[in-house]
């Protein structure tokens, strides 16, 4: 499993620079575009320059692999998911604050309308 998800010698490089420093970066572009009801393409498409940018640091500061397709899926996924799972959530909280008289929550990720 080491080979496959990360490179480094360290296990703690990949949860610092691939999860903790993409993720939050991702978790905050799905945020911020469905804030801005941007449509949920934005997102994907955001999070494939930030996969980029994660692998540039995994590569300048800790001699990973620049130009790798294998890590740089690794990391682009990770990173759509945190930024998917964060306009979800920001967006079913946005419908129900802002459209309250019509909707209603059921959790963090859905919204439906109110029957009368």
């Keep these: ?14 949860v ?21 009801w941007r449509p949920i393409w934005h997102v994907i498409f955001y999070c494939l320059l930030l996969g980029a940018a994660v692998r540039f640091i995994h590569f300048s500061l800790f001699d990973g692999t620049l130009l790798t397709l294998q890590f740089y899926a690794v990391d682009t996924v990770i990173c759509i998911a945190f930024g998917l799972t964060s306009f ?18 059921l ?6 309308r109110k029957t009368p």
């Excluded at 620079?17 to 469905?34: C, D, F, S, Y």
């Design 1 to 14: 499993m080491t080979g496959f998800l990360y490179e480094e010698n360290s296990f703690g490089v990949f």
């Design 16 to 36: 610092l620079v691939t999860l903790i420093l993409g993720g939050a970066a991702a978790w905050l572009t799905g945020r911020a575009a469905a804030q801005t």
């Design 88 to 105: 979800r959530m920001a967006r079913a909280a946005q419908m129900v604050r802002q459209y309250g008289w019509i909707n209603e929550s």
């Design 107 to 112: 959790g963090a990720f859905r919204w439906r």
